[in-house]
């Protein structure tokens, strides 16, 4: 138990995300903000929508919790040491002169260190959220899943949702359906501290929070640096649907109109059309059953 | 009072809608999911997003009086076993090999059964959230009619919001205003029980349930039956509207000023064509009505 | 402390606002949906979901803060007296016969009047949001702006948002930006009467309701009467982002590259062409001041 790798996983569990972590997440947020076309010339016309964007940016997994729990949404206001924090981050990413910050982000190791350090306070996310959960509903472990996902990966649900209302994003069906690579390993993460919290993982929560950190880390290095997409879950999805919702063996005999029906509707997105198409395969579909 | 009748609808009332009635309502909403155009594609696309929606299907009456009286809307996801049986329902209903599940719903007699028990769990909605809405506001009469209403009837809402979100939906002003079938009989109903938890109305609740619950039954299986969309509140809505908001005499003589008026506000924006559509509807109306 | 003013003021900011003030806040709100294209044929049409918008229209406000601050929005409608206070005068100013409010309200002295007292309301929204805030967190100052900002001007979002689930409003990012008028007002009110709460402002509250009212009701009736969207803040507005976001010296000298960039961007996306003419027209701004 005083083995030097539990002290320093202890130690590590213990770290505290305020000043540094909070700040290398609030940079990489409103630099993410900041990328968004027009972004910079909305920040200068209306400097407070600007603001109130970053901050969902910013807050949006915690605001998203809040809904979900029924807690006041306004609460990541009453922190005002972490408001000031990224308002002033805000500030100096978008307004300072000669922008010396987004030249400063420009550089490989910053982002590096930036990301890095962002994909380390998901995990604290994560955990806080599926504590909290738990504080909720004693053994709701759906719940605690949801509450760590929303928490984690939930910023980009709530920042869709403004730039809906704001009408600067059409949404399309297939958008919105298939799930981003943070918002899948959130997942499994929350998932996995769920099990934790109820006892079904044989593991303390500190080692847990550090394998987790590392892997995390270690994942989203490597996309930066190789600048690809690397999907390590694909195999791992690719049997689990099929074991779900395979069966191939039966499966094909009757249901390859329903995979050409599928790779059909992924042509078009404007969902008039493939709707069409999708009633006319139904359609035949069940003439042939009936021939 | 022990009357054979008092013990029957007594009985009747106690009934526990747990495990069959709750079966048939996740049934008929899972497979009206599932008959929406390109909705089983998407469901091999993205089985959690489908999953997501069926369980909007389900409980969106419930998260939505959540909602209403903020309280968590994903209390209903604490209800693990409710959670599974929706859940399973789903997976056999959309992925059963040859979906053998949607060619034993496409016989009349099971749809009837289903849609029946369906229909039956909408009282028990109803009466839960007017209690439930009484526990909160002892004497808010207006927030028991809201609440009972979005119980029973909600879901539509829900999963209309949904769709918007999606983008799947295009909102016109008309649909979103003309209230379905269901909507008004359990806006009806919903009154009705509110009327009988203020003691406004001399009948015992269970005696209310079973006319409420057989007068439901009856009209939706005579609609499944004729498969026409029988209105039996025609008559009375249109008496109603012109006690309320008819005064034809006075009103066809000087209101042709405010259609006019209307119709010429409207040219300015973007929905003035269906509002002009829509006022000189009105107009032939009242001409004929004054022929 | 017992001067003449100081007795105006105190009973100033005891007055109710029940029968009278609030009478002539939904008037003025009704008065304003009826003015809507469409309006008036759509009460005809469905007089339920008219109801509802001209529910939303008066108590938009309370409901906005009530969602901020997860109490039930469903609480206005347990406030029977003002719910029937604001159907009655829905009732009558969609279908009194040969519209006679309408009318009447068309005469420019019962609209000052009428605005006047609205503006009236508005104080008193501000304080009560301020207040209610303080009493949930105690130093969360920036919470305390956001409340009180919410039920004075929080309406028109929640009106928006009915539009935009309607579909009756498309929406665009520049609409949603800028600020309109009563909003930066009620902003500043909420600003003001926040720091009175927290202690930072030496004024007594009862002759800031006082000085605050009397600036709302002249601004208004000025606006309303010289027909021209005066803003007095327009100079204010220009010193304070200068002094924040301006740095015009170095900002226009190396500006140019991020906004080039920001249009090289937007070529991408669907919001491309707005946001180019919106560089452009910062771009000029920007070479006539090195002019």
Same mark, same amino acid.
């Given at each position: 138990?005083?083995?030097?790798?539990?002290?320093?996983?202890?130690?590590?569990?213990?770290?505290?995300?305020?000043?540094?972590?909070?700040?290398?997440? %609030?940079?990489?947020?409103?630099?993410?903000?900041?990328?968004?076309?027009?972004?910079?010339?909305?920040?200068?016309?209306?400097?407070?929508?600007?603001?109130?964007?970053?901050?969902?940016?910013?807050?949006?997994?915690? /605001?998203?919790?809040? #809904?979900?729990?029924?807690?006041?949404?306004?609460?990541?206001?009453?922190?005002?040491?972490? /408001?000031?924090?990224?308002?002033? /981050?805000? %500030?100096?990413?978008?307004?300072?002169?000669?922008?010396?910050?987004?030249?400063?982000?420009?550089?490989?190791? !910053?982002?590096?260190?930036?990301?890095?350090?962002?994909?380390?306070?998901?995990?604290?996310?994560? !955990?806080?959220?599926?504590?909290?959960?738990?504080?909720?509903?004693?053994?709701?472990?759906?719940?605690? =899943?949801?509450?760590?996902?929303?928490?984690?990966?939930?910023?980009? #649900? #709530?920042?869709?949702?403004?730039?809906?209302?704001?009408?600067?994003?059409?949404?399309?069906?297939?958008?919105?359906?298939?799930?981003? %690579?943070?918002?899948?390993?959130?997942?499994?993460?929350?998932?996995?501290?769920?099990?934790?919290?109820?006892?079904?993982?044989? /593991?303390?929560?500190?080692?847990?929070?550090?394998?987790?950190?590392?892997?995390?880390?270690?994942?989203?290095?490597?996309?930066?640096?190789?600048?690809?997409? =690397?999907?390590?879950?694909?195999?791992?999805?690719?049997?689990?649907?099929?074991?779900?919702?395979?069966?191939?063996?039966?499966?094909?005999?009757?249901?390859?109109?329903?995979?050409?029906?599928?790779?059909?509707?992924?042509?078009?997105?404007?969902?008039?059309?493939?709707?069409?198409?999708?009633?006319?395969?139904?359609?035949?579909?069940?003439?042939?059953?009936?021939?």
């Amino acid at each position: 138990m005083d083995s030097p790798w539990n002290e320093l996983t202890l130690a590590f569990s213990r770290t505290s995300m305020f000043p540094f972590f909070d700040i290398a997440h %609030y940079l990489v947020s409103v630099m993410a903000l900041k990328r968004q076309p027009g972004a910079a010339a909305m920040a200068w016309k209306n400097p407070l929508s600007s603001w109130f964007t970053a901050m969902l940016h910013c807050f949006g997994g915690g /605001i998203l919790s809040c #809904i979900l729990l029924a807690e006041p949404p306004l609460r990541f206001l009453a922190n005002n040491t972490n /408001i000031l924090l990224a308002s002033s /981050i805000w %500030y100096i990413t978008f307004f300072c002169p000669c922008d010396l910050v987004s030249q400063g982000y420009s550089f490989l190791p !910053v982002q590096l260190l930036a990301a890095g350090m962002k994909e380390v306070t998901r995990t604290w996310k994560i !955990v806080g959220g599926v504590t909290h959960a738990n504080s909720y509903y004693k053994n709701g472990w759906i719940v605690m =899943i949801a509450i760590g996902w929303a928490r984690g990966a939930g910023g980009s #649900i #709530i920042t869709n949702f403004e730039q809906l209302v704001k009408g600067g994003w059409k949404p399309e069906a297939d958008e919105w359906l298939k799930m981003s %690579y943070p918002a899948k390993v959130t997942l499994l993460g929350s998932v996995i501290f769920t099990f934790q919290q109820t006892k079904h993982l044989a /593991i303390s929560r500190h080692n847990l929070m550090f394998l987790y950190t590392m892997f995390l880390v270690a994942t989203k290095i490597t996309m930066m640096i190789t600048e690809t997409a =690397i999907m390590p879950f694909a195999p791992f999805e690719d049997t689990l649907s099929r074991m779900l919702f395979g069966w191939q063996q039966q499966f094909s005999s009757c249901e390859k109109k329903t995979e050409t029906k599928s790779s059909f509707n992924g042509t078009g997105s404007s969902t008039s059309k493939p709707i069409a198409v999708a009633s006319d395969k139904v359609k035949k579909k069940h003439t042939k059953k009936t021939e």
